[in-house]
């Protein structure tokens, strides 16, 4: 399970939200949450609002910027989101991702928690931080698995190489609905936050029964997130997996660059022996 931020996928989108089939030869994505728009590219890193935008366009396209009553579009002047609807509609510096720490952030903007971060990863701290004692009594939001099919590339030394073949795609449009009806009903930030951190635990378990690998890892700069790491690896293991989590390589940034020099050793052993 690779969980973070931005990650440059095989398919030339911005991957985060990856469900990876691995062996020592290469990997295999299986699943991944559906993809989003980034309006303004890199300047959604540090405004969730934007990020936030690019998902409800997906739900309600243009109409969206009527919805003057959502949090991220009261953000924006009028004439900007004139503009950010012309960059969503036309694909304009507006990148696609799938990444669930964005996801983080959309989410923080909706509940209009924080629109505007000053740092990486403030917003999803936030967001974790807002969470009540009661967290795991909290139901999860729902969300819907879909099958698609895809084709990705050979990679640098045959990682990353996959055949055409189905993959499942997590659609999060239920849990946006459902976060939006709960911001009109006036539920506290602390509930919804924990329905998200739930949702998100029982979607590592709903694909890895469809899996059917005991062993999950669970890496990435996502489960730096305490609460996340430690139900998720409850969950797994009551229902009979293998979880494996960081304890001596960090999950973000350190973690990846010890992953590469494993990966490089093992493609220079095998053109070297």
Known sequence: VSWDVTGYGLDGTIWGGEFLLADQSGFRRVASFRKFRLPGGERAIKEPRRTALGILFEIYGERLFDLQELAPVRQFSKSQQNVLCQMLAGGLHSPWTSSVGRLFDAITSLI??????????????????????????????????????????????????????????????????????????????????????????????????????????????????????????????????????????????????????????????????
Not at 180 to 209: C, M, P, T, Y
Not at 223 to 230: G, H, P, V
Not at 235 to 248: K, N
Request: with cysteine.
């Open 112 to 273: 209009d928690l924080r629109q505007l971060v000053t740092f990486e990863g403030q917003a999803a701290m936030e967001l974790e931080f807002a969470l009540p004692e009661s967290a795991a009594e909290e139901i999860a939001l729902p969300f819907r698995l879909e099958i698609a099919h895809h084709s990705q590339k050979e990679g640098p030394s045959g990682w990353g190489t996959v055949t055409p073949d189905e993959l499942i795609v997590i659609d999060w449009e239920p849990l946006f609905l459902n976060i939006l009806d709960g911001v009109k009903a006036g539920k506290s930030i602390g509930s919804l936050s924990a329905a998200f951190h739930n949702l998100l635990v029982e979607i590592i378990l709903s694909i890895a029964r469809r899996i059917s690998q005991e062993r999950v890892v669970l890496s990435g700069g996502c489960f730096q997130n305490k609460y996340l790491s430690e139900r998720v690896i409850e969950r797994l293991r009551s229902e009979g997996f293998r979880p494996y989590w960081h304890q001596r390589v960090p999950p973000n940034d350190g973690g990846i660059a010890f992953g590469q020099i494993v990966a490089a050793a093992g493609a220079l052993g095998k053109s070297n022996p």
